[in-house]
């Protein structure tokens, strides 16, 4: 049976488990949400601004470790949700936010309430998309959620035309996605993990510094068991915190611009640095050239880009923190 | 990994006993008076009420980083805070999305008077599906890191960084139909804390917090991590309070009577 495309967008998104959209409506947008409300398993939250909807889906992601769902509708509905893209860009919270565009035959033709979502978005998303047939929506929603929940999250932005949210096709729902050149390392060389561990079992003046990977790569439990073993005291970035109970008599609390005295004292005199899901941010390293002056560094991170991008590191580990940490 | 455990554990014991040196020598510290109230306070009484419980999504700024030093917390996903892109106004729509994720969760939002009203029209998202999130406002009438750089780096010339006392945050409640509290005096903190916390619907605290207290330790911008400011420059605590020109906060825009 053939479905509209606002139809297959809505069973795409129970496909996918969603159980909350945070959006808001407009012209563009209308034959979704037309669909949308007459769901009774999916709780659509109307914002009173596109960019509460953003940082609600933020708030949600972050709490939920699901990716947080945003619709909103074409022109200010999309430039309003700039903020929270880049605020999940930055911060690697998985996001997927739908914004109806203009049909397709008045795309380039300053339309009403036209802007190109996907020109302004580039910048400030991990990846984005125009769907122009609707026979491709739901494969391109599929890979959405996907690109934005694996490797390093962040936002994905599929906007949507209105003439596509309307013209039929029959829905399957795609049960994998094979994305050409997007494949994230979870395992991590282990030559690189056994000269790790035969470094930290050298040093003296070792340290842990935790970023926000860690909290997204759920190695909390790993953390604390190589920190007990090992001894070694842990201080967390402003995302890392959580990741490492602030109670515990190895946590150093937060690193950095306002972090603690001893905390900092401590980066000044390391002597192995093991950097676990962090990004060696300008707030957190200060002065780059006087940062941690005597360690050597061991920085593990799903990442590849965020390796020695600010600072060096003797032992880089490209992986999932958390199943570098069990190897 | 393997190695024995005891002989680790002599490793690190000097490294360990240096960093707590380091700690006793100059610890998280500041003054709570009974004139004034101090933001660490707030959030040391908020993070004892509520321990390990709580989600707490954070804004941007002074409060933010107190938040960071003081409240210990001890889950991932628990703390909802915007770092890189350091978004004023994510605070309070964070805290509103992990309560609808989590209904029956605390959920506390530490903000300010300045990041919240970048966001506050979604008040009504809370008032109207009555979810119970506690919004705590430390209202110190300025944008608080903005003033401490002013009077550590510009001699206290307050450009822009004074917001007054508007809107009355209270009578901004009511207007949503939920509950608000407001705190003027350190007496006031704990039970106006413990009334917030203790109401099943959406609160929002207003808490008077001083506007001159900065935020220590701090490296200053291009500096090193052995080179942090613990405490105001004497030059800045001897000009009285604030920076040598200073205008007075009451004197700002849209002033209440207090």
Redesign the interface.
Known sequence: MKMTGAEIFCESLRCEGVK?V?GLPGGVVLKIFDVLCQLKDI?L?????E???????????????KA?VVLVTSGPGMTNIV??L??AY??SVPLVAFTGQVSTDLIGNDAFQEADNVGISRPCTKHNVLVKDVNELAQTIKEAFYIATSGRPGPVLVDIPKDVSIAKAEFKYPDKVNLRGYNPTVNGNKNQVKQA?EE??KA???MIYVG?G??FA?A?DDIRELAE?????VTM???G???F???HP?????????????T??????ADLLIAVGARF?DRV???LS???PEARVIHIDIDPTSIKKTFHAHIPIVGDVKAVLRD | MDGNPAQIKALRAPWIKQIDEWKKAHPLKYKQDDKTIKPQFVIEKLYEFTKHNAIVATDVGQHQMFAAQYFKGSKPRTWLTSGGLGTMGFGFPAAIGAQIAFPDRLVVCITSEGSFQMNLQELVVAAERKLPVKIVVLNNGVHGMVRQWQDLFYEGRYSASILGKMPDYVKLADAYGIVGLRALKPREVESVLKQGLKHKGPVLMDIHTDPYENCYPMIPAGGAHHQMMLEDPPELKLSKKGGARKRKVDEGEGVLPA
């Open positions: 909350t945070f709780d939250v109307l914002t009173r601004h960019q509460g909807a953003a940082h609600m889906a933020e708030g949600y992601a972050k709490a939920t470790g947080g903020t929270g880049a605020d930055m911060d561990a930290i079992m003296k003046k070792p926000g860690a909290v759920d909390a073993i090992t001894q070694i005291p970035t402003l995302m915190l959580g990741s109970p602030g109670t190895l946590s150093l609390g937060m690193l950095g611009m306002h972090g603690g005295y001893w900092n004292m401590a980066m000044h005199h941010d390293t200060g002065k006087e940062f941690c």
